[in-house]
């Protein structure tokens, strides 16, 4: 009867429904769409980026062919039919309407290539294969050349990394390309084709699971994270349900009955257990069936339900535990209510929902592994993404199991002493 009470005031409660079944799918196709769609910004569409040509060069010129060649960018080098310059580069940087300008300095090409020249000659004249007049002649010297970068002040960090380091490669190949050319000059060797293709490349080594690669997208990344969040969510309606029952005198009729408060909590329990448990297949079968008609991946759950399912429901007990535990301390629905919410987010903050722990300082990294979120989370990843065992995902279900045992405790000798007192 306990269960049937929980099932009634849930029902009774509209609002609470939408927070616990809707909002979630809600919140998980957003989230998703957003994220895949800035994947897709990246890789698949290209950036329209300023070019500022001080240079008229082969160098110049190499950079705007490969500019145009890579999947990244396009190149703009007018607007409104004039010719860009530095100072208008910045100006529409600076307002958001370009993210990047590349500024190539003047007789960047002629004085790499008397650089270039300098330093061979050096390297032959050592190795006496030129005239002594030649190798006694003064050298001009020449300054160091910068190539400008200007980018849009809303820019990522991670976005202003990957395109300095992408420059950087294509000015160390245009480099690279003009020493060996400059070489088979003094050299005389004019028919001698040096090989530019680098010698050391990089390979991904991807997993495989029954001979199938298993890669990584945003689907699986996403729906196990926003699945934790709406499961820890029930901690806002348990929480004002249990308020609810103590300000309206519900919970002092339920302990004048021949049970003890353990009963009650056990009722609690099980009815939003099986709440988180319709949760996350739901948010399972929107995944499954409703991401691929939307234009995103599907999730592969193959193989892997059983032991989601597992998590889901040792999750759903840590959630419970945190609810109960809040509502049992609130005095009233104005507490509970904000705080639930509010801890809720800290935990999914802390705990890797929003931003990765690998990427947080040192102190969160440590402190996100308090966090029943991180535990449920790692736990999903392990099975969705790693192919582990049940025995490899004991520790983190226990440490959830463990968590809902304590604050369930803790709420009831909360409970008893304040009645005692």
């Not at 208008?88 to 002629?110: C, D, H, M, T, W």
């Not at 970068?149 to 950087?168: E, R």
Request: glycine share 4%.
């Amino acid at each position: 009867m306990s269960i049937v009470k929980e099932f009634l005031l849930l029902k009774r409660d509209l609002g609470g429904l939408i927070i616990l079944f809707i909002m979630p799918l809600v919140l998980v196709i957003t989230v998703t769409l957003i994220q895949d769609s800035t994947f897709k910004t990246v890789s698949d569409s290209k950036i329209p980026i300023l070019l500022v040509d001080n240079d008229k060069g082969s160098v110049s010129k190499t950079v705007f062919e490969n500019l145009e060649k890579s999947n990244l960018f396009s190149v703009v080098t007018q607007i409104d039919n004039k010719t860009i310059t530095e100072d208008v580069a910045r100006e529409n940087v600076y307002k958001g309407k370009f993210q990047l300008a590349i500024v190539i300095p003047e007789n960047l090409s002629s004085d790499l290539q008397a650089k270039v020249d300098q330093n061979v000659e050096k390297i032959v004249s050592s190795l006496g294969m030129t005239d002594s007049t030649s190798a006694s002649e003064p050298q001009r010297i020449i300054k160091e050349k910068e190539v400008k970068l200007y980018f849009d002040p809303a820019v990522q960090m991670s976005f202003k990394n990957a395109v300095m380091s992408s420059i950087d490669k294509m000015i160390s190949q245009i480099e690279t390309k003009s020493i060996y050319t400059t070489f088979q000059n003094q050299l005389g060797e004019g028919t001698t084709d040096f090989e530019q293709k680098s010698f050391i490349s990089f390979k991904e080594i991807i997993p495989k699971i029954n001979n199938k690669e298993v890669r990584p997208n945003s689907v699986q990344h996403n729906v196990p994270a926003w699945t934790l969040f709406a499961i820890f969510f029930i901690v806002i309606p348990l929480s004002i349900n249990i308020v609810k029952e103590k300000s309206q005198g519900t919970f002092i009729r339920l302990r004048t009955n021949p049970v003890s408060n353990l009963v009650v909590i056990i009722g609690k329990t099980i009815t939003y257990s099986i709440i988180c448990m319709i949760q996350f297949y739901m948010m399972v079968a929107v995944a499954v069936f409703l991401f691929p008609s939307i234009g995103l991946p599907s999730l592969n759950i193959e193989g892997h339900l059983a032991l989601m399912s597992v998590v889901a429901l040792f999750s759903g007990f840590a959630a419970i535990g945190f609810g109960i535990l809040l509502g049992t301390v609130a005095s009233t629905q104005e507490q509970s209510a904000p705080f639930g919410a509010t801890s809720v987010i800290i935990l999914a903050a802390i705990g890797g929902i929003w931003v990765p722990v690998f990427a947080m300082p040192k102190i969160m990294q440590i402190i996100a592994k308090s966090s029943p979120m991180n535990w449920g989370l790692d736990a999903f990843y392990d099975v969705l993404l790693r192919n582990v065992s049940f025995l490899e995902i004991i520790p983190k279900i226990s440490l959830l199991f463990l968590f809902f045992i304590l604050t369930t405790a803790i709420a009831l000798f909360y409970d008893k002493k304040k009645r005692t007192v």
